[in-house]
T-cell receptor
Framework: KAGVTQTPRYLIKTRGQQVTLSCSPI?????VSWYQQTPGQGLQFLFE???????NKGNFPGRFSGRQFSNSRSEMNVSTLELGDSALYLC????????????FGPGTRLTVL | DAKTTQPNSMESNEEEPVHLPCNHS???????IHWYRQLPSQGPEYVIH???SNVNNRMASLAIAEDRKSSTLILHRATLRDAAVYYC????????????????FGKGTKLSVKP
């Protein structure tokens, strides 16, 4: 069974631009969560989607948004990029929220110049 | 959210057992104790979880104190591949504001394994 895949793996953008990251969960998994990892703040929860609905959102500004499609694939978008948005963005999938372990993808490394 | 306390770093020798401690004195009755680890340049991976009883799987063992205020992740024979940051996380699967879908990561314990 294929694992969680994230595209692209690496991305370089400049301040003010916007970016869209993609996540394909493990087949059959309906819950997708997004996390941001930086050296200073560590791993922080961004948001979680289940059955195309955002169930929970972390403490991030409105520039960070996401969505989930009917096939459970998810995208997250960051608008008006700032230097501080440079981070590793991780996607995790699970069968359903809360009960099962989460399986993480390799992440997308975003660099904002 | 209930918090956990872990040592910043630990060292181990290859092929020796490793005991990674975690304190969670404010754990609630419905919190599960989860362990994840993150190898260099990879996303976190699930290791093990438990509620009250000790748990074993192919990767590790989880020993939970009787009062549940602390737990220990046990790697029976450390290998170089076990060098990673280990995170101890409390997770309540009951519906409580819908927050059970997210993991709250602390700083974790960075485990170094010497050959």
């Amino acid at each position: 069974k294929a694992g969680v895949t994230q595209t692209p793996r690496y991305l370089i953008k400049t301040r003010g631009q916007q970016v869209t990251l993609s996540c394909s969960p493990i087949s059959g998994h309906r819950s997708v969560s997004w996390y941001q990892q930086t050296p200073g703040q560590g791993l922080q929860f961004l948001f979680e989607y289940f059955s195309e609905t955002q169930r929970n959102k972390g403490n991030f500004p409105g520039r960070f948004s996401g969505r989930q499609f009917s096939n459970s694939r998810s995208e997250m978008n960051v608008s008006t990029l700032e230097l501080g948005d440079s981070a590793l963005y991780l996607c995790a999938s699970s069968l359903v929220p809360g009960v099962n372990e989460q399986f993480f993808g390799p992440g997308t490394r975003l660099t904002v110049l | 959210d209930a918090k956990t306390t872990q040592p910043n770093s630990m060292e181990s020798n290859e092929e020796e057992p490793v005991h990674l401690p975690c304190n969670h004195s404010t754990i609630s009755g419905t919190d599960y104790i989860h362990w994840y680890r993150q190898l260099p340049s990879q996303g976190p991976e699930y290791v093990i979880h438990g509620l009250t009883s000790n748990v074993n799987n192919r990767m590790a063992s989880l020993a939970i104190a009787e009062d549940r205020k602390s737990s220990t992740l046990i790697l029976h024979r450390a290998t170089l591949r076990d060098a990673a940051v280990y995170y101890c996380i409390l997770r309540d699967p009951l519906i409580r504001g819908g927050s059970q879908g997210n993991l709250i990561f602390g700083k974790g314990t960075k485990l170094s394994v010497k050959p």
